[in-house]
C-alpha cells in the first residue's frame, strides 16, 4: 500500500503554486491575450480574489470537518451513494484536465521541439514518469516539488531577466485592454485558472491540520497570482497584443527571442527544462488526486494496482480531441473559462446543506 | 518440486551426501563392528524402515549410474543416520530419567566417571568413545562450518557417536546378564549433563533440551577435560595454529596456556605469564581451594584479565588474540589481554586527501582505529559498544556515539539492524554497509563510508551514529543526507568564503558529471537548432569525417574513458597513472587523427570525468557515473524532454530514499530548520545548532556567544585575553 504521509507547508505551496503556474508556459497567455488584449497581467488579480473567496468557502467545510478531506465529508454531508456521486463527478473531471493538460504538452512540444516523434511516444515517456511518481507516492510528488521548484525559480527569474532587453513600455498600451467591463467580467470567469487550489480539499489527510491549510492556501494564491501577473507582464512588454494572439507558447517565444551575441543566444533549453518539469509535477498532483478520488469512490484502500489502468484511461482520454486547435481554441480555453463551476461550487453546495443539516466534525476545536 | 526432479536426475557422489568410504583400518574395524549390529537394529526399530525404504529409493537413482556392485555398500552407509536419529530419540526419552538420578546422586556420579576414566585409559578405542562426548556434537553445530569439511567432520563424528551408540546397544544387548554395564553408560551421560548444569541454577529441568544448551558448555574442573574440548573445538592437532602451553603452576598444579600463534604479543606469554606462574614461590601465601583468583590477583602483571567460564566466550577471544590459562581444579579460566598481531602502521588516507587538514586515516585494526577517534573526541560521554557481527568469521565492529547528544531511537535502530545480522562472512564496512542500509535496490548510497576519523569525529559531535568494523580502513555513519557526501572535512577546515568555493566548483562538476553528456547527446541528436550557430558550425565540422552515429561515437568514448579509470586502479603503483595518462593522451589523439571520434566530444568526455573526479564520495561518484549513462540513453531516445524524464525518476528515487528513517535530501526536501551549510557555508561561529533531522538530545552545538571575545574588553575579562 502506498503511504500518502505528511508533508509540510514548504512542500504543499510548491505543489500547489506549481501545478497551478505551470499553465502560464503553455496557450493561456495567448488565449487571454486574445480575449482581453493587454489588460491580462492585471486581471488575473481578480482570478486571484475570486478564488481566495472560492477557497475560504472550501476552507470553512475544511475547518468544520477538521481532520477530513473532501471525498470523507462529501460522505457525511451527502451521504453514501451523494459521496460516492462527488468523488466520481469530481475526480472524472480532474481526469479529464489531467488529460487534456499532456495533450496540450504533447502538442506544444511537437510544435517547437520534437516534431518528428510521434505523439504516442512523447505520451508514454510521459505516462512512464506520472506512473513512476504516482507508485513513490504523494509524499515524494511533494517533496519533488519542492525539490525542483529551486530549479524552475532561477529559470524563471533568467528566462525574465535576459528577456529584458526585448522589453517594449508601450506594448502595455492600452492599459484597460478591450475595456474594464471585459476584463473584470472576464477576470471573473477566469478564476478557474486557479482551480486546482481545490486539490487541497483531496489532500488535506497529508497536511498539518486546518490552520496549516488556511495558511498553505492563502500563501499558494497569492504567490501564484504574482507570478502569473509577471509572467504575463512580461510577456505582454516583449509582444504586441496583436502578436501575442498568435503565438502558442509565448513565453518559450520569448526565452528563444533572447540573444546576447554570438554565443548568448537561444535559451530556449532553459525553458524547455521549466516546461517538462512543471508539467510533470502538475499532472502527477492532478492524477494522484484523481487515484484518490476513484479509490475512495470504490473503497480500494490500495492505489498501486490502480496506477496503470488509471493511467491507461488517461492516455487514452488524451487521444480524443483531434488535433492542436480543438485542445487550445476548444477545450482549454472552456476548462478556463467555465472550470469553476466543478471546481469550486460543489464544496459550496456541500458546506451549504451541511449548514442547513448542522453537520459537523467530531472534534471541531481541536 | 525441483529439488526432487534434480536429485532424480542428476547423479551426486556418495560424498556429497555426507559419507565416505572408511580410509584407515580403525574405522574399518569400527565400520564392520557396526555392521554386524545394524541387522539386529533393523529388527527392532520397525519404525525407521519405512525411512530406510525411502532412502533406498533415491540411493536406487543412484545406483544406475554407479553400477550394481556398489549398491549393497552404500545401503549399508546409510544406516548409521537412521540409526542415530532412532537412537537420539531414546536418549531424549531417556533424559528426564537421568536427570533425575543425577540430581539425587551428583557427587556419586563424578566418582563413577573417574572410575570409569581410569578404566578406560588403557584402551585406546574405547578412551575415544569416552571422550567425544554428547556436548562435541553441540560445539560444532555451533560453529555452523559448511562445505566439505564440515561433511567430513560429520563423517567422523557420525562414526564415533554411532561407534558409542553400537557400544551401548551391545551393551544392552548384552544388559540382561550385565545390568551394571549399561547403568555406567548411563551415569556417564548423565554427568555430562549435570556438568553442564552447573552454574544454571535457573534453567533447571525445563532447559535440559539440548538445543537450549547447544551454545553453552562449561568449562570443567578437570584440566584435561578442557584441553580435550579445546582440541576438538579447534580440530587439533590438524589445525596447528592453536598453541596449547601445558605447565604446573609453582610446580604444582597443572595448568595450560591457549593462544593462536602470531595473533599475540609472546612478551607478554615469554615475561609477563609463564615466568610468573612457573615460579615455585608462586603460590606461597596460598591456602587452599581454586588458586584462580589468588593467581589474578597477585602473581600475574597483565594489565588486563578478565575471569569467563563458558566456552562460548572463551572461544572468540582466543581467536581475537587473547590468551586463556586453565587451571585444573577451577571451573574458571582467566582471558589475558594480549593481542600483538601484526598490522599496518597509520598512514594518510588515500581517498579522501586534504590539504588543510589532518593527514591521519583509518588502519585495518579496530582499536586503532577507535583510538584515533576518541583521541579526537576527547569526552567521557563518547560510548563504543563491541558487537561480533558475522557467525563464522567472528568478526567484531564498534558502535561510537554520544550518550549525551544522539538520539537514543537511532541508536536503538543501528543496534537493531547489526544485531540482526545472520551471515557468516563479512570481510569490513564495505560488506556491513550493504547489510544496514534501508534499501540495497537504491543507486545512492545510504551510508556514508568514510577513511578519515575527524569526519567520524565531526558526526558523531553531530549526533550521527558510527560503525567501525575491523578489517577494513573505512568507518560507516548513519543517517546520513546527500549533503554529508557532498561535505569534506576541509570544508570546515577553511575560511567560509574558500569552503563555499569549493562547494560551489564541486557542486557544478557534480552537475556536468551527471547531466552533460546526456544533454550533449539530446542537442546533437534532437535540438541542433539550440545549439548557438558558431558553436553549432565548428561541431559539424569536427563530426563530419567521423563514420559512426553519434550514439556510437558517444559510447565508445565513454566506455574507452572508464576502461582507463578501471585498468588504472588496477594496474599496480606507478604504472597505473602512466597508464591513465598514456591512454588518455594517445588514446584521445589517435582516435582524433584516425577520424574515429570528433575533437569536441573528447572535450566533453574529459570534462565529465574531471566533474565526476570532484565528488567527493566514492560511492556517489560510482552512482553518479551510472546514472550517467541512463541520461545518455534518455537523451538518446526524447532529447532534452527525455533527459528530463531521466532526471525526474532519478530525483524521485532519491526524493522517496531514506537514510535510518531521515530522508535523503532533508533540509531541502523536507525543509528542515539548518545552519547555512548545504551548499553555501556560513561563518563558522554561526553553525548554532546540530542537524534537526537528527533530533538530537543536545540541539545547541554552541554557546549564545561562541566568539566571547569580540564583545569582552581588550586587556582582561575572558578568553584567550585570560593569559595575557
Known amino acids: 500500500m502506498i503511504k500518502e504521509g505528511k508533508f509540510g507547508y514548504h512542500e504543499a505551496i510548491s505543489l500547489l503554486v506549481i501545478t497551478i503556474t505551470t499553465k502560464t508556459f503553455f496557450t493561456s497567455p495567448s488565449i487571454l491575450v486574445e480575449v482581453v488584449g493587454t489588460a491580462g497581467w492585471y486581471m488575473t488579480f481578480i482570478s486571484t480574489a475570486i478564488a481566495i473567496l472560492a477557497f475560504m468557502l472550501l476552507f470553512m467545510l475544511l475547518k468544520r470537518f477538521p481532520n477530513k478531506n473532501i471525498m470523507e465529508i462529501a460522505d457525511l454531508v451527502l451521504g453514501k451513494w451523494g459521496g460516492f456521486l462527488f468523488s466520481l463527478l469530481f475526480g472524472g473531471f480532474l481526469l479529464w484536465i ?78 484597460l485592454g478591450y475595456g474594464i467591463d471585459t476584463t473584470i467580467i472576464y477576470g471573473l470567469l477566469r478564476s478557474s485558472f486557479y482551480g486546482e487550489i481545490a486539490i487541497i480539499g483531496v489532500i488535506a489527510s497529508s497536511l498539518h491540520g486546518y490552520k496549516e491549510i488556511k495558511r498553505i492556501g492563502i500563501s499558494t494564491l497569492l504567490i501564484s497570482g504574482l507570478l502569473t501577473s509577471i509572467s504575463l507582464l512580461v510577456f ?23 540573444d546576447y551575441g554570438g554565443f548568448m543566444q537561444r535559451m530556449e533549453p532553459i525553458f524547455l527544462f521549466l516546461w517538462n518539469f512543471g508539467t510533470f509535477i502538475e499532472v502527477s498532483l492532478i492524477f494522484y488526486a484523481v487515484l484518490m478520488l476513484f479509490c475512495h469512490a470504490f473503497r480500494i484502500d490500495d492505489k498501486r494496482p490502480v496506477i ?3 493511467a491507461t484511461i488517461m492516455f487514452s482520454i488524451s487521444f480524443i480531441p483531434k488535433g492542436i486547435a480543438e485542445v487550445i481554441s476548444g477545450l482549454v480555453q472552456t476548462i478556463r473559462s467555465w472550470g469553476w463551476i466543478i471546481y469550486y461550487v460543489p464544496p459550496i453546495i456541500i458546506l451549504i446543506i451541511a449548514l442547513i443539516r448542522k453537520k459537523k466534525g467530531e472534534s471541531q476545536n481541536a | 518440486m525441483l529439488k526432487g526432479l534434480k536429485n532424480f536426475f542428476i547423479y551426486k557422489k556418495p560424498s556429497e551426501y555426507g559419507f565416505r568410504f572408511p580410509e584407515d583400518p580403525e574405522e574399518s574395524e569400527q565400520w564392520d563392528n557396526y555392521r554386524g549390529i545394524t541387522g539386529n537394529s533393523q529388527n527392532q526399530d520397525k519404525s525407521d524402515s519405512s525411512q530406510k525404504e525411502s532412502r533406498q529409493d533415491n540411493q536406487k537413482n543412484q545406483d544406475d549410474n554407479e553400477g550394481s556392485n556398489n549398491t549393497q555398500n552404500k545401503e549399508e552407509q546409510k544406516e548409521p543416520q537412521e540409526e542415530q536419529q532412532g537412537q537420539k530419540k531414546q536418549s531424549k526419552d531417556d533424559k528426564p530419567e537421568q536427570k533425575e538420578q543425577n540430581d539425587k546422586n551428583p557427587r556419586k556420579c563424578d566418582d563413577e566417571e573417574n572410575d570409569k576414566k581410569k578404566e578406560t585409559k588403557s584402551d585406546k578405542q574405547e578412551q575415544v568413545r569416552v571422550i567425544k562426548p554428547i556436548f562435541v556434537e553441540e560445539l560444532v553445530k555451533n560453529k555452523n562450518i559448511e562445505g566439505k569439511d564440515k561433511d567430513n567432520k560429520k563423517n567422523k563424528k557420525k562414526l564415533q557417536v554411532s561407534d558409542k551408540e553400537d557400544k551401548k546397544k551391545k551393551d544392552e544387548s548384552s544388559s540382561k546378564n550385565s545390568d551394571s554395564e549399561s547403568k555406567e553408560n548411563q551415569t556417564k551421560q548423565k554427568c555430562q549433563e549435570s556438568k553442564k548444569d552447573e552454574g544454571k541454577d535457573d534453567e533447571g529441568s525445563e532447559n535440559n533440551s539440548s538445543e537450549e544448551k547447544e551454545n553453552d558448555i562449561n568449562i570443567s574442573c578437570k584440566i584435561d577435560e578442557n584441553i580435550k574440548t579445546l582440541k576438538n573445538i579447534f580440530n587439533m592437532p590438524v589445525n596447528q595454529d592453536v598453541i596449547i602451553r601445558e605447565f604446573k603452576v609453582a610446580r604444582k598444579i597443572e595448568a595450560c596456556l591457549v593462544f593462536i600463534d602470531g595473533m599475540i604479543d609472546k612478551s607478554i606469554v615469554i615475561q609477563f605469564t609463564l615466568p610468573q606462574l612457573m615460579d615455585a614461590c608462586a603460590l606461597d601465601g596460598f591456602e587452599d581451594g581454586c588458586p584462580i583468583d589468588f593467581l589474578e590477583k597477585n602473581i600475574l602483571s597483565i594489565h588486563q584479565v578478565v575471569r569467563m567460564d563458558n566456552f562460548k566466550s572463551i572461544v572468540p577471544q582466543i581467536l581475537s588474540g587473547l590468551t586463556v590459562v586453565f587451571i585444573d581444579g577451577c571451573d574458571e579460566c582467566l582471558v589475558m589481554e594480549s593481542r600483538g598481531y601484526e598490522k599496518r602502521d597509520i598512514s594518510v588516507p588515500n581517498t579522501e586527501t586534504v590539504v588543510n587538514g589532518a593527514q591521519e586515516g583509518f588502519t585495518e585494526n579496530l582499536r586503532t582505529n577507535i583510538t584515533l577517534i576518541r583521541r579526537i573526541v576527547k569526552n567521557e560521554a563518547l560510548v563504543t559498544e563491541f558487537k561480533i557481527i558475522s557467525k563464522t568469521n567472528n568478526v567484531l565492529a564498534a558502535l561510537l556515539y554520544m550518550e549525551d547528544i544522539t538520539n537514543k531511537k537511532i541508536v536503538e535502530e543501528v543496534k537493531r539492524r547489526v544485531d540482526n545480522l545472520d551471515i557468516d562472512y563479512i570481510s569490513g564496512s564495505g560488506m556491513l554497509e550493504q547489510l544496514v542500509e534501508d534499501k540495497s535496490l537504491m543507486l545512492f548510497p545510504q551510508v556514508i563510508s568514510t577513511e578519515r576519523p575527524d569526519r567520524v569525529a565531526s558526526f558523531l559531535m553531530d549526533g550521527k551514529v558510527a560503525l567501525v568494523c575491523e578489517g577494513t580502513p573505512f568507518a560507516l555513519a548513519m543517517p546520513i543526507t546527500f549533503f554529508d557526501l557532498f561535505h569534506t572535512s576541509e570544508d570546515s577546515n577553511l575560511r567560509w568564503q574558500y ?29 541542433q537548432e539550440m545549439i548557438p550557430t558558431s558553436l553549432l558550425s565548428s561541431i559539424v565540422i569536427s563530426r563530419a569525417p567521423v563514420p559512426f552515429p553519434f550514439i556510437v561515437e558517444y559510447l565508445l568514448m565513454e566506455l574507452s574513458f572508464e576502461l582507463i579509470r578501471e585498468g588504472g586502479i588496477r594496474v599496480p603503483g606507478i604504472t597505473g597513472n602512466t597508464l591513465g595518462i598514456i591512454g588518455a593522451l594517445i588514446l584521445g589523439q589517435s582516435a582524433v587523427s584516425a577520424g574515429l571520434v570528433s575533437p569536441s566530444l573528447i572535450i566533453i568526455v574529459a570534462v565529465t570525468g574531471l566533474g565526476n573526479f570532484a565528488i567527493p564520495n566514492y560511492s556517489l561518484a560510482l552512482a553518479v557515473r551510472i546514472a550517467r549513462f541512463i541520461l545518455i540513453g534518455f537523451g538518446a531516445i526524447g532529447g532534452l524532454y527525455g533527459v528530463s524524464v531521466g532526471f525526474s525518476i532519478f530525483c524521485a528515487l532519491s526524493l522517496s530514499m531514506k537514510s535510518f528513517g531521515v530522508p535523503f535530501f532533508t533540509s531541502i526536501a523536507p525543509a528542515t530548520k539548518s545552519n547555512r551549510d548545504k551548499i553555501i557555508r556560513g561563518p563558522l561561529h554561526k553553525q548554532y545548532q546540530r542537524p534537526d533531522y537528527l533530533n538530537t538530545q543536545n540541539e545547541k552545538r554552541m554557546g549564545d556567544n561562541p566568539i566571547g571575545w569580540v564583545t569582552s574588553k581588550p586587556g582582561g575579562g575572558r578568553g584567550n585575553d585570560q593569559g595575557r
Not at chain 1, 147 to 154: K, P, S, T, V
Not at chain 1, 236 to 258: D, H, N, R
Request: charged share 10%.
Open chain 1, 236 to 258: 505582454t512588454l516583449v509582444f504586441p497584443y496583436t502578436v501575442g494572439q498568435e503565438l502558442t507558447s509565448p513565453m518559450y517565444e520569448m526565452a528563444a527571442l533572447i
Open chain 2, 499 to 527: 569552503g563555499t568555493f569549493l562547494r560551489i566548483v564541486r557542486l557544478i562538476g557534480t552537475l556536468i558529471a551527471l547531466l552533460l553528456p546526456g544533454i550533449w547527446t539530446a542537442l546533437i541528436l534532437f535540438h
Open chain 1, 308 to 310: 496503470l489502468p488509471m
Open chain 1, 98 to 175: 489531467a488529460s487534456i493538460s499532456i495533450r496540450e504538452f504533447v502538442e506544444v512540444l511537437k510544435v517547437y521541439v520534437l516534431p518528428e516523434s510521434p505523439p504516442s511516444f512523447v505520451m508514454i515517456l510521459f505516462i512512464i514518469i506520472i506512473v513512476f511518481l504516482s507508485f513513490m507516492g504523494l509524499e515524494t510528488i511533494a517533496r519533488f516539488a519542492k525539490f525542483i521548484i529551486y530549479i524552475l525559480g532561477l529559470g524563471f527569474v533568467l528566462v525574465i531577466l535576459l528577456s529584458s532587453q526585448n522589453f517594449v513600455p508601450r506594448h502595455l498600451y492600452p492599459l
